[in-house]
């Protein structure tokens, strides 16, 4: 039989093993012009958490009682498909969370197991390492010497924009929520600083003492009262890419904190909300820039790795506790 999880009922809040279920349907068999898939490793993303509300943004929410989709890496078992894909390859794309899973071959792509590890096809290679090098590229148009500020540092993304903004010759300050995390940004991802928020009475002034030049770039992840202590510390000019917001996915009304506008006129600021898709043109380039710094080993990408099919809900819930270094994937 073939495991399938579907969305169960509309999270309220954090999201609980209780909106998840897990059937089982018959295996697919592939028909003329398919391939069936097996799924070797899926992603977990906070941007999941928006799809399972039914409300309007930039894609469509999942519906209730039917297939969570993700970022999948699948190996192709059996093929009937008339293009390039066949048995033993390995492909790329949104696909259902299923064990087995049938495609016309629209929307996946192959991947070489050869060129580097499968998983980096979700993580520096994918989704992840697209929308560090975009975000920080295309909005924060970073300059030498200038100052970054990563929120959600120690994350799939965060810890991407940190390398990019170093190589790039500029200073580079994570937000991270342990001191475990502050260390790894300082000793792997070569952060010049890391603050842990949770044990900082006043991070207001936190980032003014390791910011004494001010913050020319805010790549925002989380939102909240993290963004606010930031913004309170930029320069003009400043350029503010706003990522995501995973500290108020789950919130169950409005949250109210300082009014923004002064500060970005005052400041001359420009702050853009992006999704990763707004580049799609810029997506080969990036691809290829990201690999040499991959080869070359100027960059290096974490990973945390759960095991078994029926871990995928309890893996993406822990997005939220930040139990994840860098990206978060299961491996099936």
């Known amino acids: 039989m073939n495991k399938v999880i579907l969305l169960n009922k509309r999270p309220v809040g954090k999201p609980t093993l209780d909106d998840f279920k897990i059937i089982n349907e018959e295996t697919p068999v592939a028909k003329d012009g398919e391939i069936l898939l097996k799924t070797v490793y899926v992603s977990v993303d906070p ?32 093929s009937k498909y008339s293009g390039s894909l066949k048995k033993g390859d390995f492909v790329s794309g949104n696909l259902d969370w299923k064990e087995y899973q049938v495609s016309n071959g629209k929307g996946v792509h192959k991947v070489d197991e050869n060129e580097v590890k499968l998983s980096a096809y979700l ?30 540092a120690a994350g799939a993304v965060g810890t991407v924009v940190g390398q990019i903004g170093k190589l790039l010759s500029c200073k580079v300050v994570g937000i991270t929520g342990s001191d475990e995390k502050v260390e790894l940004l300082k000793s792997k991802f070569r952060f010049d600083h890391a603050i842990n928020y949770k044990t900082t009475p006043d991070l207001k002034e936190a980032i003014k003492t390791v910011c004494p030049k001010g913050v020319d770039i805010y790549f925002d992840n989380v939102g909240g009262d993290i963004s606010d202590a930031v913004l309170a510390n930029i320069n003009k000019h400043a350029r503010l890419p706003v990522c995501g917001a995973i500290s108020l996915y789950n919130d169950t009304k409005v949250a109210f904190g300082p009014r923004l506008q002064t500060i970005i006129l005052t400041k001359s600021a420009t702050m853009r909300g992006f999704i990763v898709s707004d580049f799609f043109e810029k997506f080969p380039a990036a691809t290829k820039q990201l690999t040499i710094w991959l ?20 893996a993406f819930i822990d997005l939220f506790e930040g139990k994840n270094e860098g990206k978060m994937i299961v491996k099936i």
């Open 47 to 78: 941007y999941l958490r928006g799809r399972m509300n039914d409300s309007k943004s930039y894609i469509p929410p999942f519906e209730l009682n039917k297939p969570i989709q993700s970022g999948i890496i699948a190996e192709v078992i059996d």
């Open 123 to 152: 993580g520096i290679l994918g989704m992840t390492g697209l929308t560090a090098y975009l975000g920080l590229t295309e909005i924060g148009l970073p300059k030498k010497d200038e100052t970054i500020v990563v929120s959600g």
């Open 295 to 314: 080869k070359e080993n100027n960059i290096t990408f974490s990973e945390t790795i759960v095991e078994g099919f029926d871990n995928i809900p309890q």
